[in-house]
């Protein structure tokens, strides 16, 4: 009988009578209708009704099953078996290929496992379930599908296709004429470049996960895209316009085996963990600057003294308020002064700048032992800069583009401002782009009101997917950094590298994902990345006293390279989960970056900080209007004669999106 579609193949199943004939029955008729008399023939003519190609010799098919050869093996394990189950051992024969000697074999081996004495039905369905059917799953396909599952598994064999046809349906899209699908050769291959050719306009879909997809009327409405609102350095000559990674491109990261590359288990940590941290902190710090500035020895912070003495310690609050000049506290390192506390009087010190968790060397008097008067602050010392190595490759000059999330505007989840950023990248071709999160701000209004229809992570593959496959023609090599702003993370600092397991093999050489925060080398030259709004934490933390104009945002970006921490800020802001232990091992700069990259709600910056490169492009939306992204050129440059060292980053911009 011939089948009329897939409905009535589903329904169909293949009915063995004991002589061993085939039957097909279908839904809604009364009697099985044989196939053929032929149990071969029968197997070959519901194969060829399925679908399956022409006939071909079905091994596990055993032509002649004995019901006295299967009794005259059983004897000789001393077995006795009733016809019905005799009958019942034929059709195991036949169904799944065995002959007498090897089904007896498998059904004494199976008895003498499971302790069963006499041989029931019960026996023998247990045996086909726990046995046969186990075996079966595990025995390699060859060619197509398995020749059991055609008749065992019929209907997982029709979904199996109807799968592979549904696959095949939604590469096309519906039309009124008839469907072409494009033909492959060994010539012409179908490759994953020319199946994801589409523009990113068609990858990312917002009307799939938000009801209100409506695009920003203020976002659009802006006239001032393109604009470069702050620049660094020389632009002359310079051409923003990368070679889309068509050159020797390095990137690596930091710290070898001690980077972050995969989550560990958070908020485990105890307080003597946290402390242990902290001192290392200290005694490390206090350390360095012992050598630098040749201090003899540092003083206990609760030893009277009649003469100056020099002390090691923490800033900290006497409270749980902000601080300020009249709560500052210095805690003492556990080597010398075994974490004891002496407040600060601060009214003889002419400048200083200090923040909580501040490791400082203070010198004053402390006649009590009760209050220890400053009159003297060292400066921090930052660490050096990193030396190329052969290893890192040599490069004329190379282009880098930043920018940060939100990549959509507050009142609009269509990531308007995502696409234009994509449509910048294949304009300019970039060597290297840094983006940082959020991808999917947990800030945003449609996810703090739960408008959203999709699971974040879905939400945020799609925006991975869009970037990566959207900015293929240019070549550029991509950066991504986490954020615990990101929603569908845990927010916890620091942050390890996103998982995305679907990338190509093309991709894998030109898309790295790195950690939060993280010291990452472009040929050579190396930049710290981190996406947390350090600036604006510190900023509402730090009090200063400067007899001359100073710049706030110089002073913060300062004591983060000389504090040699991406977060020196203890306690944390309130918003910050940080784990300490992972904080001391990945959260440290191990020398100081030639660029040091932190976005942050403040307004955008370029400032040179101890000869370190620090760029805030700011975020590419800033509420309901369009942000800023920037753009670094990057070139080797030799330092002269009596000439001290010359930063490679020769340029930046920070442009409007």
Known sequence: MRFRGPSDRLRAWAVWSSSGSVSVRVKGSEEPRPAHQSPRRGFLELRSELGEPGPRPLSWVTMSVSAQRLVEELQIFDVEC??????????????????????????????????????????????????????????????????????????????????????????????????????????????????????????????????????????????????VVTSFGSAEGVSWSGRGGAGNISLKVLGGPESLTGSYKSMFQKLPDIRDVLTCKIEELGSELKEHYKIEAFTPVLLPAQEPITLLGQIGCDTNGKLNSKSVILEGDREHSSGAQIPV??????????????????????????????????????????????????????????????????????????????????????????????????????????????????????????????????????????????????????????????????????VQFVSEPCSLSINGVIFGLTSTDLLFHMGAEEISSASGTSDRLSRILKHILTQRSYYPLYPPQEDMAIDYESFYTYAQLSVTPDVFIIPSELKYFVKDVLGCVCVNPGRLTKGQVGGTFGRLFLRRQQAAGGEGRRSPCTAVQVVRI
């Open 82 to 227: 009733e016809a019905a189950l005799t009958e019942k051992l034929v059709e195991l024969c036949i169904l799944y290929g065995q002959n007498e000697e090897g089904m007896v074999a498998e059904l004494i081996a199976f008895c003498t496992r499971t302790g069963k004495v006499c041989l029931t039905s019960e026996t023998l369905n247990s045996f086909e379930h726990e046995c046969l059917s186990k075996k079966l799953s595990r025995a390699p396909r060859d060619g197509g599908h398995a020749g059991t599952r055609d008749i065992v598994s019929i209907q997982e064999l029709i979904q199996v296709e109807e799968e592979e046809e549904s696959l095949l349906n939604s590469y096309t899209t519906p039309s009124k004429g008839s469907q072409k699908r494009a033909i492959t050769t060994p010539e012409t291959p179908l490759t994953k470049r020319t199946v994801s050719s589409r523009s990113p306009h068609q990858l990312l879909s917002p009307s799939s996960f938000s009801p209100s997809a409506t695009p920003s009327q203020k976002y659009n409405s802006r006239n001032n895209r393109g604009e």
């Open 345 to 510: 009087d601060l009214s003889e010190l002419k400048e200083y700048s200090l923040f909580p968790g501040q490791v400082v060397v203070m010198e004053g008097m402390n006649t009590t032992g009760r209050k220890f008067i400053a009159t003297k602050l060292y400066e921090g010392v930052p660490l050096p800069f990193y030396q190329p190595t052969k290893e890192d490759g040599d490069f004329e000059q190379n282009m880098v583009l930043v920018a940060c999330g939100p990549y959509t505007t507050s009142d609009s989840i269509t990531y308007d401002p995502l696409l234009d950023l994509i449509a910048i990248i294949n304009r300019d071709q970039p060597d290297v782009c840094i983006l940082f999160g959020p991808f999917l701000d947990a800030k945003h209004e449609q996810v703090e009101n739960c408008l959203l229809t999709s699971p974040f992570e879905d939400i945020f593959k799609q925006c991975l997917r869009t970037i990566i496959e959207g900015t293929r023609s240019s070549g550029s090599h991509l950066v991504f950094v986490p954020s615990v702003r990101d929603v569908h993370r845990e927010p916890v600092y620091p942050q390890p590298p996103f998982s995305y397991s679907d990338l190509s093999r093309d991709d894998r050489k030109r």
